[in-house]
């Protein structure tokens, strides 16, 4: 039998071609293929406009759509005239996009994804997030503590869904009543439950809580860090500043964890997880400098890999496994790096894999060295595959070991705060540094460094106009003057319907441009291939949004972080904190609709 015989056809043109497409299953006496066409079949080919050929006896032919994807809605071009029932088929068409089950006239618009999701023809343009309604407000008292000084956020336990965030507050009073600055860390969790514009009290959702001793200044610094890289933040890291009992002596500071959360009501060493001592050595009365600041990276065979910084000793201790020497001091079980050049190396610090293989390397600032101009600031970058092969107790150089950045503007103290992630896209992370500007006169900047690769910078400190080919650096520099503009910066990551973007606080904005007035703004910029394409960028022309606060005063931005996605929408949020400083209240703001 000839199956063209006698029948006729439905056909769409495309490109002038009328096409013709046999061998599904169409009923009314028409000749079958032994083997159908699949759904999945089709969506690897190019799909003719098309038809199918029905017998011409065919009581009540009837159309359907090809759905490829499985999503109900048929795509218009792919259509066929049948008289049964076709798998694969449907009845309704207008799908945009048949290959993907996310787009169709039934889909949810998600605003800002880059995608038309309903077919309506457009991508929605995000609201503007409003501190107002789309952020939670924890009111604490406004104690002139240090509340808000240091934030880590997306925590979890291990017998709660609700992610946490810890709050350091360092000049806080010791349990004992005295006014040293003893510290303390704040817990909450919970949150999920609380939607955008509640304002509740801080102790109402207070979970946890750890109070320092004399001198210790707990929640100066403040890092979190994922058990073995399995995609949950576990563990809080904190440095202390002074000195502590421990059961084998007096350490002089230290480093102190604790896994899954903060006790209830705990103390520094009784309830902790873990320590380890500067040394065993010191005068229980004395008040030193110790630990200001802490960062975690991971090394492969090693897991959590810390650097504890004491500048004011001109050192940055590296400790790999932790655990595994857990009260032995430091020069017995770390690797040190002397900064000979006291350059505050280290004041800040960060871990990231910036060349791919694996282990973390650390990156440590220097916001006074003076290479190229004085106080210009700069950094370093250490290899952690370099940094893993030193034996514990080794000592090094600085300037001898790793290579670096050196900016050359004058008082800048580039890398007072830092931080890293992929804002390019590319898969490696980027390095972000904050700047202190001295001069009121200039308005301050943030910068964006993308170091390419290590050989190229053949263990040189490099003024930036020298960087080689492979790397590069941009700045984002703010438009009002002494408005502490990089005081905080924080990488948020993707999330499943957000972007990776860059929040930059600037506590020291005033929307009347009184420099008098500490009122508050935070930028937020996504993340995007193009940063680099550009020497320099204007901050509020290439924020994506900026939130401003409600509460005039209160210097909003005193810390930022990451809080993971706490209400459950496929986007991370933001915590944001302020000192209160001329405001009854101090707060931690959970922002919920970043905009990225």
């Given at each position: 039998?000839?199956?063209t015989?006698?029948?006729?056809a439905?056909a769409?043109p495309?490109?002038?071609?009328?096409?013709c497409?046999?061998g599904?299953?169409v009923g009314?006496?028409?000749?079958?293929?032994?083997s159908?066409?699949?759904?999945?079949?089709r969506?690897?080919?190019a799909?003719p406009?098309a038809?199918?050929l029905?017998?011409?006896?065919?009581?009540?032919?009837?159309?359907?759509?090809a759905?490829?994807?499985g999503?109900?809605?048929?795509?218009?071009?792919?259509?066929?005239?049948?008289?049964e029932?076709v798998?694969?088929?449907?009845a309704?068409s207008?799908?945009?996009?048949d290959?993907?089950?996310d787009?169709?006239?039934l889909?949810?618009e998600?605003?800002?994804d880059g995608?038309d999701n309903?077919?309506?023809?457009?991508?929605?343009?995000?609201?503007?997030?409003?501190i107002?309604t789309?952020?939670?407000?924890?009111?604490?008292?406004?104690?002139?503590?240090?509340?808000?000084?240091?934030?880590i956020?997306?925590?979890e336990?291990?017998t709660e869904?609700s992610?946490m965030?810890?709050?350091?507050?360092?000049?806080?009073g010791?349990?004992?009543?005295?006014t040293?600055?003893?510290?303390?860390?704040?817990q909450?969790?919970?949150?999920?439950t609380?939607d955008g514009?509640?304002?509740?009290?801080?102790?109402?959702?207070?979970?946890?809580?750890?109070?320092?001793?004399p001198?210790?200044?707990?929640g100066?610094s403040?890092a979190?860090?994922q058990?073995?890289?399995?995609?949950h933040?576990?563990?809080i890291?904190?440095?202390?500043?002074?000195s502590?009992?421990?059961?084998?002596?007096?350490?002089s500071?230290?480093?102190?964890w604790?896994?899954?959360?903060?006790?209830?009501?705990?103390?520094?060493?009784e309830?902790s997880?873990?320590w380890?001592?500067c040394?065993?050595?010191?005068?229980?009365?004395a008040?030193t400098?110790?630990?200001?600041?802490?960062?975690?990276?991971f090394?492969?065979g090693?897991g959590?890999?810390?650097a504890?910084?004491?500048t004011?000793?001109?050192?940055?201790?590296v400790l790999?496994?932790?655990?595994?020497?857990l009260?032995d001091?430091?020069?017995t079980?770390?690797?040190?790096l002397?900064?000979?050049?006291?350059e505050?190396?280290g004041?800040q610090?960060?871990?990231?894999?910036?060349?791919?293989?694996?282990?973390d390397?650390?990156?440590?600032?220097?916001?006074t060295?003076?290479?190229?101009a004085h106080?210009?600031?700069?950094?370093?970058?250490?290899?952690g595959d370099?940094?893993?092969?030193w034996?514990?107790?080794a000592?090094f150089?600085?300037?001898?070991?790793?290579?670096g950045?050196?900016?050359?503007?004058?008082?800048q103290n580039?890398g007072?705060?830092i931080?890293t992630g992929?804002?390019t896209?590319?898969g490696?992370?980027?390095?972000?540094l904050?700047s202190f500007e001295?001069d009121a006169s200039?308005?301050?900047?943030?910068?964006?460094?993308?170091?390419?690769s290590?050989?190229?910078?053949g263990?040189?400190?490099?003024?930036?106009?020298?960087l080689?080919?492979?790397a590069?650096?941009?700045?984002?520099?703010?438009d009002q003057?002494?408005?502490?503009?990089g005081y905080?910066?924080?990488y948020?990551?993707?999330?499943?319907t957000?972007?990776a973007g860059?929040?930059i606080?600037?506590p020291?904005?005033?929307s009347?441009?009184?420099?008098?007035?500490?009122?508050?703004r935070?930028?937020l910029?996504?993340?995007?291939p193009?940063w680099?394409?550009s020497a320099?960028h204007?901050?509020?022309?290439?924020?994506?949004?900026?939130i401003?606060?409600?509460?005039?005063?209160?210097a909003l931005?005193?810390?930022?972080a990451?809080?993971?996605?706490v209400?459950?929408?496929?986007a991370?949020?933001?915590?944001?904190?302020?000192?209160?400083?001329s405001?009854t209240?101090?707060?931690?703001?959970?922002?919920?609709?970043?905009?990225?």
């Amino acid at each position: 039998m000839n199956p063209t015989s006698g029948l006729s056809a439905l056909a769409f043109p495309r490109g002038g071609v009328w096409a013709c497409v046999l061998g599904f299953s169409v009923g009314c006496g028409v000749e079958r293929a032994a083997s159908p066409v699949s759904p999945a079949d089709r969506a690897g080919s190019a799909l003719p406009e098309a038809l199918m050929l029905v017998e011409a006896d065919c009581p009540a032919p009837f159309i359907r759509y090809a759905d490829a994807d499985g999503d109900g809605v048929g795509d218009p071009d792919v259509a066929v005239e049948v008289c049964e029932e076709v798998p694969g088929f449907v009845a309704d068409s207008g799908d945009c996009d048949d290959l993907r089950t996310d787009i169709s006239p039934l889909a949810e618009e998600a605003c800002g994804d880059g995608l038309d999701n309903n077919c309506d023809g457009l991508d929605h343009v995000c609201p503007a997030p409003d501190i107002t309604t789309d952020a939670v407000g924890l009111l604490r008292e406004a104690k002139g503590d240090g509340f808000g000084f240091t934030a880590i956020g997306g925590l979890e336990n291990d017998t709660e869904t609700s992610l946490m965030g810890v709050f350091g507050a360092y000049e806080a009073g010791s349990r004992e009543g005295l006014t040293d600055d003893a510290g303390a860390l704040l817990q909450v969790s919970a949150l999920e439950t609380l939607d955008g514009g509640d304002r509740v009290d801080f102790e109402l959702v207070q979970t946890g809580s750890i109070t320092g001793l004399p001198n210790t200044a707990l929640g100066q610094s403040l890092a979190r860090a994922q058990t073995n890289r399995n995609g949950h933040w576990e563990r809080i890291y904190v440095g202390v500043g002074g000195s502590f009992e421990v059961p084998t002596g007096t350490a002089s500071c230290g480093i102190v964890w604790w896994d899954f959360g903060l006790p209830e009501a705990g103390q520094l060493i009784e309830d902790s997880d873990g320590w380890i001592p500067c040394d065993l050595t010191a005068d229980p009365t004395a008040t030193t400098n110790g630990i200001e600041a802490v960062a975690v990276g991971f090394w492969p065979g090693e897991g959590d890999v810390v650097a504890a910084p004491r500048t004011a000793n001109d050192i940055i201790w590296v400790l790999p496994d932790p655990e595994s020497w857990l009260g032995d001091p430091m020069p017995t079980v770390g690797k040190r790096l002397n900064d000979l050049d006291e350059e505050s190396l280290g004041e800040q610090v960060a871990w990231a894999d910036l060349d791919g293989d694996g282990f973390d390397d650390l990156i440590a600032a220097a916001p006074t060295r003076g290479t190229v101009a004085h106080d210009a600031g700069g950094f370093d970058v250490f290899s952690g595959d370099e940094l893993d092969s030193w034996d514990p107790g080794a000592e090094f150089d600085a300037r001898a070991f790793g290579f670096g950045v050196a900016f050359s503007e004058a008082n800048q103290n580039v890398g007072v705060t830092i931080a890293t992630g992929d804002l390019t896209g590319d898969g490696r992370a980027e390095v972000i540094l904050g700047s202190f500007e001295e001069d009121a006169s200039i308005p301050a900047s943030v910068y964006i460094a993308d170091i390419g690769s290590f050989e190229d910078f053949g263990g040189r400190r490099l003024a930036v106009a020298d960087l080689p080919a492979s790397a590069g650096v941009t700045r984002i520099t703010s438009d009002q003057l002494a408005d502490l503009y990089g005081y905080k910066v924080a990488y948020i990551p993707e999330g499943d319907t957000s972007s990776a973007g860059l929040a930059i606080a600037a506590p020291g904005w005033d929307s009347a441009g009184d420099t008098a007035i500490l009122d508050g703004r935070i930028y937020l910029f996504a993340a995007s291939p193009d940063w680099l394409d550009s020497a320099a960028h204007d901050a509020p022309t290439a924020a994506t949004t900026t939130i401003d606060t409600d509460l005039p005063g209160e210097a909003l931005g005193t810390a930022l972080a990451d809080a993971g996605d706490v209400d459950g929408d496929g986007a991370n949020d933001l915590w944001m904190t302020s000192f209160g400083i001329s405001t009854t209240y101090a707060r931690a703001v959970l922002l919920q609709n970043t905009g990225l």
